[in-house]
Nanobody, 116 residues
Framework: QVQLVESGGGWVQPGGSLRLSCAAS????????MRWYRQAPGKERKMIAD????????TYADSVQGRFTISRDNVNNMLFLQMNDLKAEDTAVYYC?????????WGQGTQVTVSS
């Protein structure tokens, strides 16, 4: 049974930091490209970061470049997103995504709220 379970979301003040985690199971994690998406209220879901291999290429959306860092642990099948200098516009539900060819898996999402 494939599972992606996000955690680490919550409320934080502008300028603060959060670290999201995604626990993966039920598939060959190390072979998959792993991504973080987010969806703000009333907006479409957008990819903000992806990572192919443990030490491989990382890609970021312009909106988070320099503030967010994606990383993964292929031993423990974990994906992370370190988010620094958070802004109100980062408020969204954050989703973990795994993709390999035609196989695409999603987590249930975790809410991040940035406000004072």
């Amino acid at each position: 049974q494939v599972q992606l379970v996000e955690s680490g979301g919550g409320w934080v003040q502008p300028g603060g930091s959060l670290r999201l985690s995604c626990a993966a199971s039920g598939f060959n994690f190390s072979r998959f490209t792993m991504r973080w998406y987010r969806q703000a209220p009333g907006k479409e879901r957008k990819m903000i970061a992806d990572m192919l291999l443990v030490h491989g290429r990382r890609t970021y959306a312009d909106s988070v470049q320099g503030r967010f860092t994606i990383s993964r642990d292929n031993v423990n099948n974990m994906l992370f997103l370190q988010m620094n200098d958070l802004k109100a516009e980062d408020t969204a539900v954050y989703y973990c995504n795994a993709i390999y060819g035609s196989l695409v898996y999603w987590g249930q999402g975790t809410q991040v709220t940035v406000s004072s």
